[in-house]
């Protein structure tokens, strides 16, 4: 682990690393996308707006997996001090917000023809609306407080702080009564039938695929900037 | 060296602290709004609690099946709302959502007349979390299985 947290030795992974997952990513979900909305069947209640489901689910757990990257990736920052940990965790913040975002608005959309309604604040819509408006304020707090450790460091506190919301998300619909509905898949079964299922983990898949390939591409994108405004300081003084 | 090693492990045991800390206040936090984050109340609550007439109120359960009856205006139903405890008469004057119906999930805003009628002035259908082709569900929905499922057990 620690091996890898020399900037350099990570770019020469990340390089090459980019383009395996991107297009692992483009392919799976081209996949998904073809399977769930030609070949699967419509769903008895539902009908064709079950289709959602293949992107707002995903979008769901990528939403959240990307506060728990930035959690975990503040927590090394704070106890190792890892240059690079603290890199991780802002290039998580965009892709995570924009997955949250997909969420909700494929949830509003599925909402409308099946609920009756585009929103209502039950307490799993809710903790999701809080999770995309905790992304936003960690973007502008990444944006606002300083390269400085100091600033760093008040960022990967906030960074820990906001997952306490995971368990929210994920628990809402089994200790309050909300308008969602509880939870279809578990760790060993599901009560989505089979022939309307398997498009959902390659859709998964492809979805974290391309989020690894944007924090990647962003980390990257985050070290050069850092070399290049160290560079423009020491030209500056010398 | 040693130093730098012991005010590492420090870090550590303090962002655990931390963590565990965190955890804490979170658990007694949603313990706390249990009840008051519950998104509708059961027809059980309603006995239970004496909402009063008027209060607006959010109230959830399953379409009693065959309860549904339309009033000779033609814009009015009349339904039952059960949670398997306790049953609550709807009424309500409008447009449902096209997966309301008996048997299904149900969450009506409104408020309750003197006489303990509830008057919805809004309908939402409630999905729940099974997905299933036509052919499956022709097969499975012979046997009643949303008010024996495991969810409405869980609602007891």
């Not at chain 1, 979008?59 to 940990?85: E, N, T």
């Not at chain 2, 000779?72 to 709302?81: A, E, K, Q, S, Y």
């Given at each position: 682990m620690h091996r890898f947290a020399n900037p350099a030795r990570f770019l020469s992974i990340a390089r090459p690393l980019t383009a395996w997952f991107g297009w692992g990513g483009a392919v799976l979900i081209a996949v998904a996308l073809v399977g769930g909305l030609l070949i699967t069947p419509s769903d008895y209640l539902q009908g064709q707006t079950v289709r959602i489901m293949y992107v707002h689910v995903p979008?769901?757990?990528?939403?959240?997996?990307?506060?728990?990257?930035?959690?975990?990736?503040?927590?090394?920052?704070?106890?190792?001090?890892?240059?690079?940990?603290?890199?991780?965790a802002r290039a998580m913040a965009t892709p995570g917000a924009v997955y949250a975002a997909i969420?909700?608005?494929?949830?509003?959309?599925?909402?409308?023809?099946?609920?009756?309604?585009?929103?209502?604040?039950?307490?799993?819509?809710?903790?999701?609306?809080v999770?995309?408006?905790?992304?936003?304020?960690?973007?502008a707090l990444a944006n606002s407080a300083g390269k400085d450790a100091g600033g760093q460091r008040i960022t990967a506190i906030y960074g820990m702080v906001g997952a306490v919301n995971l368990p929210v998300i994920h628990y809402s619909v089994l200790w309050w009564r909300t308008l969602h509905q509880g939870q279809s898949i578990g760790l060993t079964s599901s009560s989505i039938d089979r022939s309307l299922l398997w498009p959902l983990p390659l859709a998964a898949l492809g979805f974290t695929l391309l989020f690894g390939a944007i924090v990647l591409m962003r980390m990257r994108a985050l070290l050069a900037d850092m070399k290049v405004e160290a560079r423009m300081k020491r030209l500056a003084t010398a | 060296m040693a130093t730098r090693m012991k005010a590492k492990h420090q870090r550590l045991t303090l962002a655990l602290l931390a963590v565990a800390a965190l955890i804490g206040a979170a658990l007694l936090a949603m313990s706390a709004l249990k009840d008051q984050a519950a998104y509708f109340y059961t027809p059980s609550d309603v006995g239970r609690d004496h909402l009063a007439p008027g209060r607006a109120v959010r109230l959830g359960g399953m379409v009693t099946?065959?309860?549904?009856?339309?009033?000779?205006?033609?814009?009015?139903?009349?339904?039952?709302?059960?949670?398997?405890?306790?049953?609550?008469?709807?009424?309500?004057?409008?447009?449902v959502p096209a997966l309301f119906k008996e048997g299904s999930g149900v969450v009506a805003d409104g408020r309750f007349d003197a006489t303990g009628l509830f008057v919805a002035d809004q309908i939402l259908a409630k999905h729940d979390e099974r997905y299933m082709p036509p052919q499956v569900a022709g097969a499975m929905h012979k046997s009643d299985s949303i008010e024996t499922g495991p969810k409405a057990k869980a609602l007891k």
């Open positions: 979008s769901a757990w990528l939403g959240m997996a990307g506060w728990a990257g930035i959690a975990a990736a503040s927590f090394a920052q704070l106890v190792w001090r890892h240059p690079l940990s603290a890199v991780a969420c909700l608005a494929s949830g509003s959309i599925w909402g409308r023809p099946t609920w009756g309604t585009w929103w209502e604040w039950d307490g799993r819509l809710t903790s999701m609306l999770l995309l408006f905790l992304y936003i304020g960690y973007i | 099946k065959g309860s549904i009856t339309k009033l000779p205006d033609g814009v009015t139903i009349r339904f039952l709302v059960t949670d398997g405890a306790a049953t609550v008469p709807v009424r309500f004057s409008g447009i």
